[in-house]
């Protein structure tokens, strides 16, 4: 069946630095969703990539879909403490599958 | 402002309990999900709903059942609670768009320990 493998699983930054995650599908996607989750709390969406090669810019966050549509990353520059969190991807239209999560920890 | 709503924030139950776990949502969504999240595991689909009274499984489905008796609301059953079913149950919903589904809305999540 469709899988899709997220990496890393935990990533430890100084504030200030950049962050990425990266999602692999063994799949053609058809589309891939982001989502975060702060400590505590519930995935809000940030954004959906549908078309091969799309970049989208939400300000520091930068999304990438690959021109194989196979894989995509989350980007965040200069990381901030409110960047905190997990980071998800999630693909597929009718039932979707997610990758495991990358958390964003800052170091003290 | 779109609102999910889960019956409970934290839920302690015994084992061989019979537990429900109700999830509404404001929004006339037609899809509905059931996951649960575990660490390192991400989430991982039980069961779904994409209209009322229909159901299909997801991932996970072993151990659990669900009903869709209305629209706006979707309910989670542990027939007999085991302790391998204690983990943080997250609901959803979204709709449907034309040519394309949107994105799921969550709520807060239902934390349930199984002793």
């Known amino acids: 069946g469709q899988q899709v493998m997220q990496i890393p699983q935990y990533q430890h930054v100084q504030e200030g630095e950049d962050f990425t995650t990266y999602c692999n599908s063994s799949t053609t996607l058809s589309n891939i969703q982001w989502y975060k989750q702060r400590p505590g709390g519930h995935p809000v969406f940030l954004i959906q990539l549908v078309k091969s090669g799309e970049v989208k810019k939400q300000k520091r966050l930068t999304f990438q879909f690959g021109e194989a549509k196979k894989n995509s990353s989350l980007h965040i520059t200069a990381t901030q403490t409110t960047d905190v969190g997990t980071y998800f991807c999630s693909m597929g239209n009718y039932q979707l599958i997610w990758g495991a999560g990358t958390k964003l920890i800052i170091k003290p | 402002d779109v609102k999910v709503t889960q019956s409970s924030r934290y839920l302690v139950k015994r084992t061989g309990e019979k537990v429900f776990l109700e999830c509404v949502q404001d929004m006339d969504h037609e899809n509905m999900f059931w996951y649960r999240q575990d660490p390192g595991l991400g989430l991982r689909l039980i069961y779904f709903?994409?209209?009322?009274?229909?159901?299909e499984k997801g991932d996970i489905p072993e151990g659990y059942s669900v009903s869709r008796e209305k629209k706006e609301r979707f309910s989670l059953i542990l027939e007999s609670a085991s302790t391998n079913q204690t983990s943080m149950y997250l609901c959803?919903?979204?709709?449907?768009?034309?040519?394309?589904?949107?994105?799921?809305?969550f709520g807060p999540g239902t934390r349930l320990t199984v002793l």
């Open positions: 959803a919903s979204r709709t449907y768009a034309g040519s394309s589904y949107n994105e799921q809305f």
């Open positions: 709903s994409y209209d009322v009274k229909m159901k």
